[in-house]
Structures are given as structure tokens and as C-alpha cells.
């Protein structure tokens, strides 16, 4: 089992939505690595892409419910830097069929050295330099 594992933006919005039929499979998956006592990660960007919405429609309960997702769980953050800049050019380099945002994601779980990286998003499974596990798989 993934000791540390990178949660991307959309299993944290099916978790706080309880959006299904994706919310049942991410609380399997991370309660199993719960019982496992794996780290979560995520970064920045799911702040920046997450809080759009409910800034937007000025939804302070989803703001809440988002920030006491990440503090209850003790989601620790990958900050973007030269490094994950660096690293996130060479993916779309590599890949170029990654957006950006995507980029940014999986350049800062490689950087935290994340041995998982949960995502919806399925063309990620194309990347070989990290373990994607793909929602629909679970």
C-alpha cells in the first residue's frame, strides 16, 4: 500500500460534494491507506482550482467543508516552485496532451517524492514517472 499519496483536485471535490459514484471509491481508497498510515498530499494548485466555485457563488460552507477535509485528514502541501515549474515543462514536453494544471500536479507529487497520485483524470496514466491510479479503476 502507497505510504505517500498525492490526492488531485477532483477526488477532494467528490469527497466534499459526496459526489457519487466517485465519493464511495476515494473514501475505500483512502480509508484503506488510513489503516496503512499513509501521508496525503496535495498542492497549491487544488487550492487555486477547488476554490473557484464557491468564491464565485460565495459559498462559505464548501470553503469550510474544503479546509476541514484538508486539516482532519493532515493533507500535507506540495508548494510550486522553479522545481515543479521545471519538472511540470518537462511532462508537457513529454506529454503533450497534459494541461498545464495537470502538469503542475503531478510535477509537485514527484517533487514530494509521492508514491501515488489519485486522479479522475484518466489521460494521466500516460505518465510513467509516477504511480497514477485512476478513479475509475479502483
Known amino acids: 500500500m502507497a505510504k505517500k499519496v498525492f490526492i488531485d483536485t477532483n477526488p477532494i471535490i ?3 460534494s459526496q459526489q457519487e459514484p466517485f465519493y464511495s471509491k ?4 483512502m480509508s484503506d491507506c488510513i489503516a496503512d498510515d499513509a501521508e496525503f498530499y ?3 494548485i487544488t487550492d487555486a482550482e477547488f476554490l473557484v466555485k464557491p468564491f464565485e457563488i460565495e459559498d462559505k460552507e464548501q470553503i ?3 479546509r476541514n477535509l484538508l486539516n482532519s485528514l493532515e493533507f500535507l502541501k506540495c508548494f510550486i516552485n522553479d522545481q515543479v515549474g ?3 515543462a518537462k511532462l508537457r514536453a513529454k506529454y503533450p496532451d497534459i494541461k498545464l494544471g495537470d502538469a503542475l500536479q503531478m510535477a509537485a507529487s514527484i517533487d514530494c517524492n509521492c508514491d501515488t497520485f489519485l486522479t479522475n483524470d484518466k489521460q494521466l496514466k500516460q505518465v510513467n514517472e509516477a504511480k497514477v491510479l485512476y478513479i475509475g479503476d479502483l
Open 42 to 44: 496535495t498542492s497549491t
Open 86 to 88: 521545471e519538472k511540470a
Open 64 to 66: 469550510e467543508k474544503y
Open 14 to 16: 467528490y469527497l466534499v
Open 26 to 29: 476515494v473514501v475505500k481508497f
